[in-house]
């Protein structure tokens, strides 16, 4: 085999590699391996913040109580009744992220309530006694869960978004309207909307009965076609 014939060889394994490699569903795979590790990271860190400001709630649900009295024991619960209210609501938004369903504002509210309601309870003793540097220990730790919290359901959207994305540059193999060519987007917006009645909600369920597209690529087809039909 002379060089050129090497080269060629070379460049014929390094296509079929590449091939591969940006291959959708390698893609995806890979976008929901870096979702599992931001999940596990930032549900520590949130979890050890929140295990920091136990003490600190303890002290201030237990002041003026006897140490071991019925009332000291029940200061321990407190913490714990408002982090596991705010894990759940996290719990929740991990999965409504994940499928970019929008929560009301409740949800908001209720998780704003939470964290500030153990950030003061974390501070009232330090605030009170007026020390700079105390005051300053005992907020990072419940202002990094307060900006964790709020971070870590934007990188879950557009982690979604991104795995979307990657599943939209398939090249498309269901059966076209004209078998002759690829189905590209249009095609099958185009098949959406003449299928589509107004008794019908859009969803990406019907979407895909209706065109035959992959589940990657119908919920922004539903998007789309959501958008048309309120926009008339």
Request: hydrophobic share 50%; aromatic share 8%; proline share 5%.
């Amino acid at each position: 085999m002379n060089r050129a014939q090497r080269l060629a060889q070379d460049a014929a394994e390094a296509a079929e590699v590449r091939a591969y490699q940006t291959d959708p569903d390698v893609v995806a795979l890979r976008i929901e391996r870096v979702r599992r590790q931001v999940d596990w990271m930032c549900w520590t860190g949130i979890v050890l913040g929140l295990a920091f400001t136990m003490t600190n709630v303890q002290g201030f649900a237990s002041a003026g109580t006897r140490s071991g009295s019925l009332p000291w024991l029940a200061a321990w619960v407190l913490d714990p009744t408002v982090s596991l209210v705010l894990l759940a609501i996290l719990r929740a938004e991990q999965v409504t992220a994940r499928y970019q369903v929008k929560t009301g504002p409740w949800v908001r509210r209720a998780k704003w309530f939470t964290l500030a309601a153990t950030y003061v309870m974390n501070n009232w003793t330090s605030f009170a006694a007026g020390d700079p540097a105390s005051i300053v220990l005992h907020s990072v730790p419940p202002l990094v869960v307060f900006v964790t919290v709020e971070a870590i359901t934007d990188l879950r959207d557009k982690l979604t978004d991104a795995v979307l994305v990657a599943a939209e540059r398939r090249p498309v193999h269901e059966e076209p309207v004209n078998a002759s060519r690829r189905v590209l987007f249009g095609d099958y917006l185009a098949i959406a909307r003449e299928s589509w009645t107004p008794d019908v909600e859009i969803t990406p369920a019907w979407v895909r009965r209706a065109t035959g597209c992959s589940r990657g690529l119908s919920p922004r087809l539903a998007r789309a076609l959501r958008a048309e039909v309120a926009n008339g």
